[in-house]
């Protein structure tokens, strides 16, 4: 259930399974969705990172998503790089699987670490989500 190998996260030289940490987030409040991907980074070989789409109307306040995942996970798990996205924001293949690739360079541009960002994000504007 921890996903296939090749979907591993390797950071620091530790293993990260991205369905643990998605099942983490998702069980968060006003969470719809989270995808978990792996995001390159000349430091740490690989960072975890997570597109989360909030539940409609919600907004998430990304110190308390953080706070909630540490208490949750060991802190290698816990995503160092964050994007509160749309739902058709998402990149997806024509079947609707995410391209993860794709998702990686979308966080690699328009995510915030949870260190740096502690305000209400809600979700992006023009998303089809209300603001």
Known sequence: MLGRL????????????????????????DVASA???????PERGQLVGAAIVPRDGARLDLSVV???????????????LVAVVGFDELPRTPSMK???????????ERGTTLDERSAEAGPPPGCGLPD
């Open 66 to 80: 953080r706070a909630a995942l540490r208490e949750r996970l060991s802190s290698y798990k816990v995503p160092r």
């Open 6 to 29: 090749s979907d591993m996260i390797k950071t620091s030289g530790a293993n990260v399974a991205p369905a643990e940490v998605e099942r983490e987030i998702v069980a968060l409040d």
């Open 98 to 108: 995410i391209r993860k690739r794709d998702l990686a360079a979308l966080l690699r």
């Open 35 to 41: 995808h978990v991907v792996a995001v390159p980074d």
